[in-house]
């Protein structure tokens, strides 16, 4: 037993050579045993653990600094550097979060969780520690899928003009969260084939030294070549060869499965989770897309490495043909490309986790909606009810994409609502919609499509739904947040008020008539929303309802960064529940 | 005389191969005599005639697409589409815009202004081609410059899956805005130095063909190559090297100065503005920059390719030496560099242009502001009184910063407070801080800078001045609008009102305690900012104020694209003038 003794990478490099494989093993193990039960980053994990251990063998953190891109490979890291209770003692699995945390530990040096990230934050530590006048080695790690966000490009290629140490550690398990995609990848493999040697380089064309390791799966390959850079004077790209997975056979065989992984069988890696139930978002959304690529050739799916969030597995993705497009990691490009399908007649849907495209925000700024390209972008998780890890959260999208104008941005309150919005969203044609796909479990409302009255409306889903009509006060209920509103608005009439109810379906905004006829014609109006307040939807009604006077109350998710939190708890102290909206509505009437 | 009879590319065609350099000439003449007097890009122009002509008499216009990266290089396209009156015609000069426009020619595909999107637009068109079913030639053309941009790279690294045709044409200048940053230019280099032959090749390591031309200023140099790749079946990079400002010495001579320029000698290049006068933003933050790298050398300055907007001459960037880093057109890469800067105990300032950091707002809200990191922003040119190009807009500044948790956004008011602002930001540790510099002239108010009891407070800036006290109605006016508040103001006291005035100095929000007593102790509450109003400064004070009963008006440019427009006419629209402020508080106290 060797982890539980390990309390700093001291630790490590006291170990003996010939014990580093039983280290190894145990790791694994650990690994395995947290995974299996709990979720987590599984191959990426699995497959950098001798490289970690010689990282922390040859460098010396934390005066060394090591940055891991996406940090979703930390799990080694955490469990050599002081925090391996948070792996092998299930009572403690939750004190360590899937990240590099600085305020875990010394040796965690950024809150890190989008990719692409690492060799800029490095360079800027190693441009800092010059200017200071330090000389520790900085290191970057970057995995081959990560390589092909345009922020990883940027800084491998500024970093030629470093002139000083920077050590950046490509781990090239050959896989991405699916399959790599982009041409650089076959000169990858082309490096690979020749042990390093093909004249075909892309780090060389940036400008940088290079060298290459075959066996990143060889603790002492890699320690050999670690060491040979360590206090290097200049920048150099150290291309280590691994196997995602790497000793967890069922990790190697399904690589993207077990890209993220939980709940399986520590022997087979059989899924034990329950079979069966009601689809998700995921599920449907597959449905929906298969169907209208089907009825139409020109329509096409795009994805920037994730997917599995519209439910397409590799046998879906290879069905669909050339109506699927997956380019890597690449956000800002998707949407581009997105404007110029749809320039050229052709109908993308581009899916993808909201947190994530932030990373296209000028593109959607400029590429797609000044144009007025008719692309259907799908948000999903966006709710604070959907992912809870500070680089993850979902509630950021409305100030994001309601700020860019040309973009209609719509928030369906249920599965009725969003299939017949994705459906008329595929085929209109006057500008980029967005849609907010629901993200607090799959709701069904029926009477929330339209009716046929109604969807005679070619524009219905532009127009806000009047679920019921009072007048002491106007509760709005935006997407996800639409039951809390409706569950509010039978306590509030309950109690004898009369409360007119709405589903205002597009976040980016209601019309301004409508909302000063609400403003007038009722003592208060409140707002209830799932996201960020500061840029919000309910912003936007209190600006269009100031000038008549009525009171209103916006409930929404103040500001900040949220991490990890209890998503019922987060709701709840910002009213964000039926009880809270009663409340609020009740102390503006009062 | 041949530009008074191209009507379409078929004309261009029509010209005899030997008179190609009297056309070629003419529009060298047409473009000096219109950028000597109205002003304009100059040196990408000038470079990119022969290359332009060679374009539209290999290529079949509108039916194959070029897509221009920026689109700042237009000029000659538009001379040779139908628009060279825009050019001959001093009336008509402001008839066509300095951008790619749709709106104005069936041979302009896209509105663009950003760099490094013509590949993943030029990637778009294709694959739409491909699902429709058509098989006309896709071209894209960017510079040099603009490959450092990461999307650049998404767009060349996915066009090698793309498997059809698309045709890139990299105009090779050797010059960014400034000088190129990154090891990339180190291996272009090469390639110009071996007639294309290098191994180190960039392009071939994206997986994508390849060919050279060296003399892209050499017309038919240019037409055999494009003839080659006419019709090709799979992507290909065609590079030429151009000479920026070919045909004009001064602009030869004087590159960076001639990217864009105007009113200078047609004969000299000398130029013909007035010298002298007030100095400007760009001044005034470079003389406080100088000072401070002085005082301490962990102060270091970033620039991504606009070194002049802080007055970085390069002789001021030659003097900074280590303290000043240009990374080239790579927004992400500078963002993530400043947080890493920052957290090895340097200190950053990046200064930018508020349109372009768009491309770096997830590196803000992960690299940067989730890190707590203190890094020194300074945004230029955002307010509807400054840029006016669609493109190039000022007017979404405050609901993209003030979207991001943890990021100061200040907006002075004045020169005084903000050289007191920027003085502070450097020395503050707290945290990440934003500056909305000025951009409507540079307006002196003294009473602006802290008074000596104010400045006590380490946190002056983070406090809102109250300039006067009534009870009537409450005016606040964020940044560079606050003179039309404070006009408004004088008018309303003048009319026997009683007004408060604030100068909010946060952006990013005031205090729900402050909003809350100026709501219960004011009958009506006016913001003022030349921004957008939809996720605005104002909508938050909306919010704040909401549940108290008081009228509200926030006064802001609509959510839109504009293009082209008369700055005070928009402002006047909205009611941005002390005429439009004071109307709005007669309105709400009627």
Redesign the interface.
Known sequence: MYLEKIESPADVRAIPVDELPALAAEIRGALIDKLAAHGGHVGPNLGMVETTIALHRVFDSPTD?LVFDVSHQTYVHKMLTGRAYGFTDPERYDEVSGYSE?SESEHD??????TS?SV?????????????G?DYNVVAVIGDGSL??????????????LGSNLIVIVNDNEMSIAEN????Y??LAELRATDGMS????F?????YYRYVEDGNDEQAVEAALAEVRGIDHPVVVHIHTEKGHGFAPAVEQKERFHWGGWFDKKTGESLLPAGGEPGYEELTYQALSAAMEAD??V?VISSATPGVMGFSPERRAAAG??F?D??I?E??AV???????????V?VYGFYGT?I??G???L???L???GNPAVLLSFCDSARSMND??HLGI?DV??L??I??LTYLAPTCKEEYLAMLQWAIAWQEGPVAIRVPAAGVVSREAAAPSDGESDDAAWPLMPEVVATGDDVAIIGLGCAFPIAQDAATMLEADGMDVTLVNPRVA??LDDAFVAELARTHKAVVTVEDG????GF???V??Q??????????LGIP???YDRYDPAELMASCGLTPEGVTAAAK??LA
């Not at 040096?109 to 989008?114: A, L, Q, R, T, Y």
């Not at 004249?199 to 892309?202: C, M, V």
């Open positions: 600094k600085p040096h950024f809150v890190i969780g989008h990230t800029s934050l490095a360079c800027g530590l190693a441009k800092g520690r010059d200017l200071v330090d092909s966000g345009g922020e990883a490009f940027e800084g491998l290629d500024w970093a030629a003009e995609h982009g041409g650089l076959a000169s004249p075909n380089n892309y060389r064309s940036l400008g940088l050739p020109r096409v050339k109506q497009v380019v890597g690449a800002e490009h581009a490309l997105a404007s110029g399908i749809a320039a050229a007649g052709g993308p994530f932030q990373r925000f000028d593109q700024m400029q590429d909606c000044v144009n500070v680089t950021f100030p994001e309601s700020a104008p040309g980016s905004g960020q307040l500061e840029g309910g912003e936007k209190a600006r309802a100031g000038p008549f006077g009525t009171r209103v109350r916006c500001r900040g960064y102390e503006l």
